[in-house]
């Protein structure tokens, strides 16, 4: 299956709970060069693929630079099946009512909230094509 490179290191991001300046860091390229590459669709240069490649090894199997970028969205599913996807976890926190700790802990594990008055609710990261 193939993945764009921006979708591809938004997933890691969150996978393994990294900020973008780290990733930048350990693969010694500048937070912007990196932002670029994520937000704007921005392809890296050779040097800079090689470097990619070698970091992230078999698990960067069907990553493609596509010049595409993506964005990170939060995606609330209640417990009555409803949902509705916000651009941010701020957005998100404010208009549902629920702590950023919340959402950005449930969103790592996956697993629907088990207690309180969000009770039931899923909450996601969710990777949508910039345009």
């Not at 299956?1 to 973008?20: A, G, I, P, T």
Request: hydrophobic share 35%; net charge positive; aromatic share 14%.
């Amino acid at each position: 299956m193939k993945m764009s490179f921006s979708e591809f290191v938004l997933r890691y991001l969150d996978q393994w709970n990294l900020e973008v300046r780290f990733l930048a860091e350990d693969l010694y390229i500048t937070h912007s060069s990196l932002n670029a590459w994520i937000y704007r669709g921005r392809i890296p240069s050779d040097e800079s693929i090689r470097v990619i490649r070698e970091y992230f090894g078999a698990d960067f199997e069907g990553v493609v630079f596509d010049g595409k970028a993506f964005k990170r969205k939060f995606k609330i599913t209640r417990a009555d099946g409803s949902s509705k996807i916000y651009d941010t976890a701020d957005e998100l926190s404010v208009v549902e009512d629920v702590a950023k700790n919340t959402i950005k802990k449930y969103c790592r594990n996956g697993k629907s909230v088990r207690q309180g008055k969000r009770k039931g609710c899923r909450f996601q990261w969710v990777y949508e094509e910039v345009e």
